[in-house]
């Protein structure tokens, strides 16, 4: 079946640790975005990437690092620099040409300890 | 920056009933799209409307769009308790790359 996949779903992490979430899609997405939700605060933009080896901050990327080295992987590095990286993230695809509906992951939920 | 806000943050409503959520935004926009999230889950895409659109029906979702108010609505109708979930409305601007931006969602109770 073809979807986007996240992994972990749930990751615990200690301070000070860098950590790695996974996004793979096999939907022949162009562009993958990652996401960060809290409690009350909605959806908000950490990074996006419109080609393979080329991405571009969003609104909180602060802390956090990507990569684009394959189209169909987009994984989110959470950096020891993340003051604050207990929240949900998700990551979505979409085909650039429609300008349509974001395909999500199931999330992943990163705790710090 | 958040685009959409919607409103009502939270509404609690009998099985049966329509449930009416709104979404706001600020800036011109090619489309509008509403989604639903389920607790501890991803986002699904319910719907989409384009600027030069009013209104669409899927089902017994219905979204209008207001582009002269910055305003969308999606209406719920004869509601079930599986609808219980967060809505949230995504907004794309004119110009720039395709950067859905999400509102804080509402969050629907269906009361069986």
């Known amino acids: 079946d073809g979807g986007i996949t996240q992994s972990p779903k749930y990751l615990f992490r200690k301070e000070g640790q860098n950590v790695t979430l996974s996004c793979e899609q096999n939907?022949?997405?162009?562009?993958m975005y990652w996401y960060r939700q809290d409690p009350g605060q909605g959806l908000r933009l950490i990074y996006y990437?419109?080609?393979?080896?080329?991405?571009q901050k969003g609104d909180i990327a602060e802390g956090y690092s990507v990569s684009r080295e394959k189209k169909e992987s987009f994984p989110l590095t959470v950096t020891s620099a993340q003051k604050n990286p207990t929240a949900f993230y998700l990551c979505?695809?979409?085909?650039?040409?429609?300008?349509?509906?974001?395909?999500f992951g199931e999330g992943s939920r990163l705790t710090v300890l | 920056s958040q685009q959409g806000e919607e409103d009502p943050q939270a509404l609690s409503i009998q099985e049966g009933e329509n449930a009416t959520m709104n979404c706001s935004y600020k800036?011109?926009?090619?489309?509008l799209q509403w989604y639903r999230q389920n607790s501890g889950r991803g986002l699904v895409h319910l719907i989409l409307?384009?600027?030069?659109?009013r209104e669409k029906h899927s089902g017994r979702l219905r979204v209008t769009l207001d582009t002269s108010k910055k305003s969308s609505s999606l209406l719920i109708t004869a509601s079930r308790a599986a609808d219980t979930a967060s809505y949230f409305c995504?907004?794309?601007?004119?110009?720039?790359?395709?950067?859905?931006?999400f509102g804080r969602g509402t969050s629907l109770i269906v009361h069986p």
């Open positions: 979505a695809s979409t085909i650039l040409a429609n300008t349509g509906e974001l395909f």
């Open positions: 939907l022949n997405h162009d562009a």
């Open positions: 990437s419109q080609i393979v080896n080329d991405f």
């Open positions: 800036t011109s926009i090619n489309n």
């Open positions: 409307i384009r600027s030069n659109e």
């Open positions: 995504a907004t794309d601007a004119k110009g720039g790359s395709y950067i859905p931006t």
